[in-house]
């Protein structure tokens, strides 16, 4: 037990100065106007996070997604031949939202209003009376979106011919991505916030962990130690427009005796499922613009934080399970892991949503990031490095 | 207190928590926690933690799908225990602040669950 433990080195300050050391406007973090370009030049042109695989695992399966951000409602499907598909969930006769549940099992969709039926493929299968129209059915299918998987987490793009794969997109994190448990959940627990708060302050609070200490004084007693007292990663990775962090964790952690009871069966099921001992089960990613999830073998978590408004968000958060509960243990070991994981996440709203009213009036107008929260900086640099182009595109198109 | 004997036998101890924990969904055992008082969760946790350990034992004997109705119950007491376990193990005098953050943050899905 008196075995040395290694010590901790923290990233150095000259090592995170390649990302940038100087003040950060505050403008983009709550202006409507930046928000508006935000919108046209990151998220209607990057690969979203809209849910799980394991969410329509059937042909036939389908989920219906709200993208506020686009001011859209997208209808995935997964087609008669195994295929996901996604479309814009608007009928083509008069727009009407064509699905109103969440999730189901269909083969054929009927839009409410004149009953115009499309199939799982989006084609439009029968219109009553449509000799009447000028136009040609085959110009009626739904209007697609890009859709995709990788690890098992569902994306979509909004333009239909994205500029890359996602594989492409996520370069060196896709193969990854394949090997967390995450991959191979055919179930999860969910938990989901409301936030006054830009997406990226929001999506900031949970890639720094210089706040621990102030903000989970009890449960982020697990993360800091002695020589890491602020709970630093060990390593920081720039895949540009994605980063990740190696997880640093406390060899000496103090786990009270319940708690202790929990793990332990916890545990038990993540190595009798072969989840434990992975290369990535420290790897905390933040994919980008908006996703983040975690590799670790008992609380592998995805956090979606979904942008309503310049200074509004919704975060989505979600624990993966391999198989169903099969027994009391299993079933005792993942509540116990998803109560304490959403207690640690609940702590941050509060906070974050003091940092947007502070932010709102512009009194501030520059930010300041340290060393240790060079992932926000380089959030803030891929964001505004496409908002600039996207600007400057706007200003060239308008010339002409 | 109620006599009826909602639980397996060996565990008739805790039938005083059973009108106040033996919950359906996983937002309403944190919902419950939340709304508790402090005495309330010290008695709980401190009646359920010496139990829990045994409690799992007797219940892995079955698949979940064919537990009765007492031992259902008891499985919903072990899972609002982790709940409470929480406030009282970790967040102590803490709990009052974290119950304000905690209400903000709905447990919309989870496999305990009942379809
Ligand atoms: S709007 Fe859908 S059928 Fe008319
Ligand atoms: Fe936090």
Redesign the interface.
């Known amino acids: 037990m008196t075995a040395e433990l290694p010590v901790f080195e923290p990233v150095t300050k000259e090592e995170a100065s390649r990302i940038g050391t100087a003040p950060v406007p505050a403008g983009p973090y709550y202006q409507s106007d930046y928000f508006d370009a935000e919108c046209e030049a990151v998220f209607r042109r990057s690969w979203l996070n809209v849910g799980h695989t394991c969410e329509l695992p059937e042909p036939g399966d389908y989920i219906v997604r709200e993208l506020e951000v686009a001011n859209a409602s997208l209808l995935i499907t997964r087609n008669r031949d195994g295929l996901l598909k996604a479309f814009h969930n608007a009928c083509t006769h008069r727009g009407t939202q064509l699905v109103s549940e969440p999730c189901g099992r269909r083969q054929v969709f009927s839009c409410p209003y004149h009953m115009w039926t499309f199939n799982s493929d989006g084609e439009l299968r029968n219109a009553p009376d449509f000799d009447q129209f000028y136009v040609d059915k085959a110009e009626l299918n739904l209007k697609p979106v890009a859709v995709d998987s990788c690890g098992g987490m569902l994306f979509i793009n909004l333009n239909p011919n994205p500029a890359q794969s996602l594989r492409d997109y996520l370069g060196p994190l896709a193969d990854q991505l394949e090997t967390l448990p995450s991959a191979r959940a055919t179930?999860?627990?969910?938990?989901?916030?409301?936030i006054d708060a830009n997406w990226k302050l929001t999506y900031d609070n949970f890639q720094e962990n210089y706040h621990l200490r102030f903000i989970h004084?009890?449960?982020g007693a697990a993360t800091s130690g002695k020589d890491n007292p602020f709970g630093y990663p060990l390593r920081y990775g720039f895949h540009d427009p994605h980063r990740t962090q190696t997880i640093w964790s406390n060899p000496q952690p103090q786990i009270?005796?319940?708690?202790m009871?929990?793990f332990g069966?916890g545990m038990q099921f993540a190595m009798q499922d072969g989840l434990v001992g992975s290369e990535q089960s420290k790897e905390y990613y933040a994919v980008f613009p908006n996703l983040f999830i975690l590799g670790s073998p008992m609380q592998p978590f995805s956090h979606t934080v979904y942008p309503i408004s310049a200074t509004k968000s919704r975060g989505v958060i979600?624990i993966y399970?391999v198989g169903?509960?099969?027994?009391?243990?299993r079933?005792?070991a993942?509540?116990?892991a998803?109560?304490?994981a959403?207690?640690i996440?609940?702590?941050d709203?509060?906070v974050i949503e003091a940092g947007q009213r502070g932010l709102n009036s512009g009194a501030l107008t520059h930010i300041h990031f340290q060393a240790q929260e060079v992932l926000c900086r380089h959030l803030f640099n891929m964001v505004d490095e496409r908002v600039q182009a996207y600007r400057a595109e706007r200003q060239t198109g308008g010339a002409q | 207190m109620n006599a009826a004997n909602r639980l397996p036998a060996a565990f008739a101890e805790l039938e005083p928590f059973v009108d106040q924990w033996c919950l359906a969904t996983s937002n309403e055992r944190t919902t419950a926690r939340r709304n508790s008082t402090p005495e309330e969760r010290e008695a709980f946790f401190n009646a359920g933690k010496v139990i829990a350990a045994d409690a799992l034992q007797l219940l892995d004997q079955k698949p979940l799908d064919q537990l009765d109705d007492k031992e259902q119950c008891l499985m919903s007491l072990l899972l609002s225990l982790a709940h409470v376990s929480l406030a009282v193990e970790i967040q102590g005098g803490d709990e009052a602040r974290h119950a304000l953050a905690s209400q903000h943050m709905p447990i919309t899905r989870s496999p305990s669950n009942p379809r």
């Open positions: 179930t999860f627990s969910e938990y989901v916030y409301e004084p009890k449960t009270q005796p319940f708690q009871l929990a069966k979600r399970w169903e509960d099969d027994c009391a243990s079933r005792f993942r509540e116990y998803m109560g304490l959403r207690d996440h609940s702590e709203r509060a």
